[in-house]
Antibody
Framework: QVQLQESGPGLVKPSETLSLTCTVS????????WSWIRQSPGKGLEWIGY???????KYNPSLKSRVIMSIDTSKNQFSLRLNSVTAADTAVYYC????????????????????WGKGTTVTVSS | DIQMTQSPSTLSASVGDRVTITCRAS??????LAWYQQKPGKAPKLLLY???TLESGVPSRFSGSGSGTEFTLTISSLQPDDFATYYC??????????FGQGTKVEIK
């Protein structure tokens, strides 16, 4: 059974860096794409970016200047760093597994987030 | 960015009702669309992907349709466990992935 678990500080001071780790169990991290999503009352669900074990991560342009995602295949973990945080970054942060389905007939790849962590609440406050 | 607009924002229904939620994309996304269900305090759960493909283990009363810019999620006979908030998400590879604002299905 595939499980994802987010971990990291629940409270971050303004202007500092938010750091979260997602530990993956039940599957090799080499086999899928992995995303970070956040959810706040004001902005709803927001995709932050995804990472694969090889190749460059892809980030949401709205956060790209502040985000770094990384992956540690030896620990089966991937991580998020978001710097220069403000109160607007207060949210529940989820990590997800992104499955990819190839349709031979359309020659398209279809993505979807089929496994989610339980989420971790991060508050930005002094 | 591609904007996803869901309607209605809130829907009141009774057990046994047929329920339809609409999701509109601001530009053509083919069938690069997924639907999720979220209950309070829980993570979203995948229901359908590729607009109409049911995720394994999801009851067959859930169905999806549409392509291009207009999509629907239908629950054929609403069950007590289905009262939740539903989100669509687009996966166009040339745009950041975005979600609809959600549709809350509540008890009438």
């Amino acid at each position: 059974q595939v499980q994802l678990q987010e971990s990291g500080p629940g409270l971050v001071k303004p202007s500092e860096t938010l750091s979260l780790t997602c530990t993956v169990s039940g599957v090799s991290i080499n086999s899928y794409y992995w995303s970070w999503i956040r959810q706040s009352p004001g902005k709803g669900l927001e995709w932050i970016g995804y990472i694969y074990y090889s190749g460059s991560p892809k980030y949401n342009p709205s956060l790209k200047s502040r985000v770094i995602m990384s992956i540690d295949t030896s620990k089966n973990q991937f991580s998020l760093r978001l710097n220069s945080v403000t109160a607007a970054d207060t949210a529940v942060y989820y990590c997800t597994r992104d499955a990819v389905y190839y349709d031979f007939w359309t020659d398209y790849y279809y993505y979807y987030m089929d496994v989610w962590g339980k989420g971790t609440t991060v508050t930005v406050s002094s | 960015d591609i904007q996803m607009t869901q309607s209605p924002s809130t829907l009141s229904a009774s057990v046994g009702d047929r329920v339809t939620i609409t999701c509109r994309a601001s530009q053509n996304i083919s069938t690069w669309l997924a639907w999720y269900q979220q209950k309070p305090g829980k993570a979203p759960k995948l229901l359908l992907y590729k607009a109409s493909t049911l995720e394994s283990g999801v009851p067959s009363r859930f169905s999806g349709s549409g392509s291009g810019t207009e999509f629907t999620l239908t629950i054929s006979s609403l069950q007590p466990d289905d009262f939740a908030t539903y989100y669509c998400q687009q996966f166009n590879t040339y745009s950041p992935w975005t979600f609809g604002q959600g549709t809350k299905v509540e008890i009438k």
